[in-house]
T-cell receptor
Framework: GEDVEQSLFLSVREGDSSVINCTYT??????LYWYKQEPGAGLQLLTY?????DMKQDQRLTVLLNKKDKHLSLRIADTQTGDSAIYFC????????????FGSGTRLSIRP | KAGVTQTPRYLIKTRGQQVTLSCSPI?????VSWYQQTPGQGLQFLFE???????NKGNFPGRFSGRQFSNSRSEMNVSTLELGDSALYLC?????????????FGEGSRLTVL
């Protein structure tokens, strides 16, 4: 089946690391993505990972993929106020690469 | 390069009416996907078009339809509107060139049904 789940809210202190978690059900996923949505805007791709990788690092972002547990996480180091947004986890399926399924999004808020 | 453009940005309709939303993809992108975003359900996949053909479809009733033109512009239509159709409708285009499936989103059309 196709289902991507995330917790709805996360609050972190400025300067700390944020870790946003996601679980998915389709074991045939090819790519997994993290998108960011700022208020009043559409979604923007932050990073993605191919399903045969277990880690990807891109500046302050680290993506970890546990394929056995179907668990994906996004770590944002040194979280800043500009990181306040909704973060969506998404997957594309081997069976239909152009159909990308999104989670419900995690709203990240930053405390001073 | 211009981004994905959606029109109108905001609209208000009443129950029973129908609505047409438009999406112009990034120049050169042939794939256009539509999503419905609501606070309770997150992003729900509606359908995806490529070269004027519907390639994928989500689990929405037949009241939701779409099409794509030869210039890759796409429209979606919702007939017999219900209160629950109030949502942000997002369009995304994909260039397919890298095979990573990266979607480029527009800012959305916010539909309110009264």
């Amino acid at each position: 089946g196709e289902d991507v789940e995330q917790s709805l809210f996360l609050s972190v202190r400025e300067g700390d690391s944020s870790v946003i978690n996601c679980t998915y059900t389709d074991s045939s996923s090819t790519y997994l993505y993290w998108y960011k949505q700022e208020p009043g805007a559409g979604l923007q791709l932050l990073t993605y990972i191919f399903s045969n990788m277990d880690m990807k690092q891109d500046q302050r972002l680290t993506v970890l993929l546990n394929k056995k547990d179907k668990h994906l996480s996004l770590r944002i180091a040194d979280t800043q106020t500009g990181d306040s947004a909704i973060y969506f986890c998404a997957e594309s399926m081997l069976s239909s690469a152009s159909k990308i399924i999104f989670g419900s999004g995690t709203r990240l808020s930053i405390r001073p | 390069k211009a981004g994905v453009t959606q029109t109108p940005r905001y609209l208000i309709k009443t129950r029973g009416q129908q609505v047409t939303l438009s999406c112009s993809p990034i120049s050169g992108h042939r794939s256009v996907s539509w999503y419905q975003q609501t606070p309770g359900q997150g992003l729900q996949f509606l359908f995806e078009y490529f070269s004027e053909t519907q390639r994928n479809k989500g689990n929405f009733p037949g009241r939701f339809s779409g099409r794509q033109f030869s210039n890759s512009r796409s429209e979606m239509n919702v007939s017999t509107l219900e209160l629950g159709d109030s949502a942000l409708y997002l369009c995304a285009s994909n260039g397919d060139s890298t095979n990573t499936g990266e979607l480029f989103f527009g800012e959305g059309s916010r539909l309110t049904v009264l």
